[in-house]
């Protein structure tokens, strides 16, 4: 997955990625490098340090009119990500507007064969630079590009002994005051990390490109970790010589121990940043001893990458919206146009399953509702009701005495009673509150008059029982519903708990599943019913009650 749309908002590579095409047929010594598919798109082998190589050049020449030579036994840079690090200092050190007339002086800490960052800061703004560097090689190759490039006046590259980070590098320099200090420390402690050998998380790819660089470029004792701390303990000595101090770091999991570390030495001002660019992510950490500097914001924890959710839809094809209107028409409604139709049926099936919903607002040509879900009720309904039964018989039985007694007094009453159970096919028992299910379920009249004998019977012991269930829903609603995965209880089953025991509506909204926007609107002679995600425990059930709603719907046609 590309990172590019996550770039430093000034990187001109953010929204306008190289084009090889065009580099290629400008520039020969990059067209060489170049393979063409059989679609016609043009493609780099990253594996081939030439061809990485021949991309930093032509970059460097085309875009910013610089020429340079890399050693291809040297770290060969990558010109984004070396240029979000640039902009980012820029934020640091407040480079912007009217301050662009001051003279800024940075610090490159071992600044590689190709001096990248000393050439992109004096060419992009002007900035002086004092670069450092201990390997022979690259220090011959960085001063030759500074002076093909004429830039010899702003950028001074000086030979250091090994191991010299900041301290030796301002000897010469005691009344300079620097703006900022850069560095690319080697990210490696051993060859085997270099490999990636106990440093790479397995399930991640393998690297995209080449890995090149000498050994003081990607390796150093204690790896990048180690290395940064000898930075902070050199700024704790320097403190103001430096307005801001900072480095680049290839691992995320670098960057919590050394904002510790900076923390227990008790450095004031502290930042960090991502690099994304392409496939590459990087950290950069900064820090400063003065109190008026503006301290940038560090990244939001949320990638702002992420694209926005696609709502869930599910579509009602205009035959099945015939039948359904037929439908609506024998019920009474006065639902005629599509949208309506399915807007109707939607609200029944909604008010079947008590989820709460009202219209809302909303453009020409739809209907939009807002639905808020307080409990789970649209899965397992059968096992649900035969739960139910389950309880109701193993509600205790009332002795042969009572049950006779209790006969003798309904004698009158029977036939009447056996008419109002033909036309009430769900019967509630009064001291439970469960509800009889219609289906799956086949109880005899002496089953039922059992049933009701021992509700009376047992009705001063269950009085207690109820208050206690009540208590119980009124504590799991207030937990918002956490255990909205489980099994509900059979006095949660029957409805709303917070509805049936007296809840105010208010304490009942403070508790739910998930809420969600529903649009229902015309597309072609179908209609299209959209959920759209607003807040809640989990999404997943959204994806369950949209699944509920088309497969009820259809159900509806089919009977």
């Known amino acids: 997955m590309s990172l590019n749309k996550s770039m430093h908002a000034r990187n001109r590579y953010k929204d306008k990625p190289p ?29 081939d340090p030439e061809a990485v190589r021949a991309l930093t050049c032509t970059l460097l020449k085309e875009d910013f009119g610089l020429t340079i030579d890399i050693p291809l036994e040297r770290l060969i840079p990558t010109v984004p990500l070396r240029l979000n690090y640039i902009h980012w200092v820029e934020d640091l050190i ?70 010299t980070l900041l301290m030796d590098a301002l000897k010469e320099e005691s009344e300079i005051i620097y703006d900022f200090c850069m560095c690319n420390p080697p990210f490696f402690a051993n060859q085997l990390e270099a490999k990636g050998v106990n440093s790479r998380n397995p399930r991640r790819p393998p690297p995209s490109s080449v890995n090149t660089g000498g050994i003081t470029e990607i390796m150093a004792e204690g790896g990048e970790l180690e290395f940064v701390k000898r930075i902070i303990h050199d700024s704790l000595q320097l403190k103001k010589r430096l307005r801001w101090y900072s480095c680049m770091l290839g691992k995320k999991c670098s960057l919590a121990p050394l904002k510790e570390e900076l923390r227990i030495q008790g450095v004031p001002k502290v930042t960090h940043t991502e690099f994304c660019q392409g496939r590459t992510m990087r950290w950069a950490l900064a820090w400063s001893f ?40 024998a019920m ?53 009701k035969r739960e139910r039964v389950r309880q109701l018989r193993e509600l205790p039985r009332a002795s042969e005495d009572v049950l006779q007694a209790m006969e003798e007094e309904k004698t009158g009453q029977k036939s009447a009673s056996n008419s109002s159970d033909c036309e009430k096919p769900k019967t509630e028992d009064s001291e439970t509150g469960f509800m009889a299910p219609d289906e799956d379920v086949h109880l005899t009249a002496d089953d039922k008059l059992t049933e009701e004998s021992a509700a009376k019977e047992e009705h001063s012991e269950h009085v207690e029982e109820e208050e206690t269930e009540a208590k119980q829903a009124e504590m799991s609603c207030n937990k918002g519903s956490s255990n909205a995965k489980e099994e509900p209880q059979p006095s949660e089953e029957a409805g709303n708990p917070a509805v049936e025991k007296g809840q105010s509506p ?54």
């Open 19 to 47: 084009d090889f095409a065009y580099l290629a047929g400008k520039h020969p010594e990059f067209r060489q490098h170049v393979q063409t598919t059989l679609s016609g798109r043009v493609s780099l082998n990253f594996k």
């Open 94 to 163: 407040g480079h912007q507007g009217a301050d662009k007339a001051v003279l800024r002086r940075g610090i490159d800490i071992g600044t590689g064969a190709s001096c990248i960052y000393p050439l992109l800061g004096s060419t992009l703004n002007g900035w002086y630079f004092l670069a450092t560097e201990v390997d022979d090689m690259c220090f011959n190759y960085a001063k030759k590009n500074v002076e093909q490039n004429n830039l010899s006046d702003l950028i001074k590259v000086v030979k250091v002994p090994q191991k």
């Open 290 to 329: 003065y109190d008026d500097v503006q301290v940038p914001s560090p990244p939001s924890k949320r990638r702002k990458l992420e694209k926005p959710r696609k709502p869930i839809t599910f579509t009602v094809l205009a035959s099945t919206v015939e039948e359904l209107s037929t439908k609506a028409a």
């Open 332 to 384: 009474g409604w006065d639902a005629v146009e599509a949208i309506a139709v399915v807007r109707a049926w939607v609200e029944k099936i909604l008010a079947d399953l008590k989820v709460q919903h009202k219209r809302v607002p909303c453009g020409k040509d739809e209907v939009s509702l807002f639905v808020t879900a307080i409990e789970n009720s649209w899965i397992h309904l059968r096992r649900k």
């Open 506 to 559: 208010k304490e009942t909204s403070r508790c739910f599943l998930f809420k969600c926007l529903m649009n229902v609107k015309k597309e072609g002679n179908d209609v299209l019913v959209e959920m759209h995600w607003v807040e809640g425990q989990n999404r997943d059930l959204m994806n369950q009650l949209c699944t509920y709603l088309r497969n009820q719907i259809l159900r509806l046609v089919a009977s």
